[in-house]
Nanobody
Framework: HVQLVESGGGSVHAGRSLRLSCIAS????????MGWFRQAPGKEREGVAA???????TYAPSVRGRFTVSLDNTKTTMHLQMSSLSTEATAVYTCAAGKKLLVCVWDYWGQGTQVTVS
């Protein structure tokens, strides 16, 4: 089992930056991909960014060029650097971990952290 804990959420003004972190613990060797998802009020959850254990990254078109996902050397902490934030980024951001087959199959989820952009 893998436990995921997010941090770094908060309230910022539009145009500013914010960095989210997700710390993984437990049987992390069972996962070889991690990702960020977000769910805005009244909307479905959407994928934001993902990173494989080999460093390959993918981004949603809406955040590409402004958000950067990274994994530390221990591969236990994932970050999401968010720049040029707009009010559309307001959502609960949740990290996930899973096993990569043809795509990442998400097995574990964090509790989420609120990001509010005004």
């Amino acid at each position: 089992h893998v436990q995921l804990v997010e941090s770094g959420g908060g309230s910022v003004h539009a145009g500013r930056s914010l960095r989210l972190s997700c710390i993984a613990s437990g049987d992390i060797e069972s996962s070889d991909c991690m990702g960020w998802f977000r769910q805005a009020p009244g909307k479905e959850r959407e994928g934001v960014a993902a990173i494989d254990s080999d460093g390959t990254t993918t981004y949603a078109p809406s955040v590409r060029g402004r958000f950067t996902v990274s994994l530390d050397n221990t591969k236990t902490t994932m970050h999401l650097q968010m720049s040029s934030l707009s009010t559309e980024a307001t959502a609960v951001y949740t990290c996930a971990a899973g096993k990569k087959l043809l795509v990442c199959v998400w097995d574990y989820w964090g509790q989420g952290t609120q990001v509010t952009v005004s």
